[in-house]
């Protein structure tokens, strides 16, 4: 064999070799297997691109990623709440990602302005009332909660958790600090019981009468009337008035950005995008009860049926940036 023909046949090998390597795609998922699984599977079939994927807490999975440096096999980081991915971005665990498809796709204040995240999914944070006790022309707004009409009727899940952070670091960025903290302190004083640890139980506790109103992400409402459709509950779309910059429900996003060190950026880059085109978009938000982020897709039947409403557009990013002033101030007003 020539050494010419033996160069041909090496370098022929070794293309085959990268080939391989490059249509695999690692992923770093902090949304549970069962939501992503269906997702990468449609991909696979589509693009012949083979998606592997570590599922854990965004802590621990943000913790490996700083562990392992540049030595991270993982490709993407897909994770919850607007305020996890800014984290992740903060401490430089993400790149920049210029892509026309996913401004195209992903409206502005749902994507970090760093272009370093993208919002997959819209969840939105509402009020959820009891229907036998009490009539939606009562409620209106976040703020109302903590008005003296509710002194004895509200329920809460905990302030540790990061949905609830979320929001109200957003009520610091609209209203500041000080009106915020008069809120929450309004709503401290109007609970009928101790916070409760998750969504689900807050809202069985007003289906029960325990109290009247609580506040819940939408998925966490769509579950419990998918087993439980009888109990008296229903969604209220709170500051659908002129309330300023918080004029509009507050929502938040699961969403997902490729890692610094990325060992295929540009098969991430692609897995992103069609994570924003319409068929994605509807196995992603339809598994979980969501809403897409991209707006050109209807969100399922079961979301649809629950009304529409107008979003606060304020971008989520700042969930985040504000998210440790929203603890402590959570803490001072003794949200427990």
Known sequence: MSRSLAALLLAAAATIGSTALADEV?????????????????????????????????????????????????????????????????????????????????????RDPGKRWFGLSVRARTLVYNTNRVKPAELSTYEDLASAKW???????????????????????????ARAEETVRGWVANLATPPYADDTRAMEAVAAGLCDVTLVNTYYFGRLKAKRPNLPISIFWPNQGDEGKFAGVHVNVSGAGITRHAKHPEQARRLLEWLSSDRAQKLYAGVNLEYPANPATPPDPRVAAWGSFKQAVINVSEAGRLQTRAVMLMDRAGYK
């Open 151 to 177: 002194r004895g009727r509200l329920c809460l899940r905990t302030s540790k958790k990061v949905y609830n952070q979320s929001l109200v670091a957003m009520m610091i960025w609209a209203h500041g600090e």
């Open 26 to 110: 690692v992923v770093y998922s902090a949304r549970n297997e069962q939501l992503i699984k269906p997702l990468f599977d449609a991909y696979r079939e589509e693009t012949g691109t083979q998606v592997r994927f570590v599922t854990d807490k965004e802590g621990p999975l943000m913790a490996r990623l700083l562990a392992e440096g540049r030595n991270t096999p993982a490709d993407l980081l897909i994770t919850v709440d607007a305020g996890n991915l800014w984290q992740a971005a903060n401490k430089d665990l993400l790149r920049e990602v210029d892509s026309p498809v996913l401004e195209r796709n992903i409206p502005a204040h749902l």
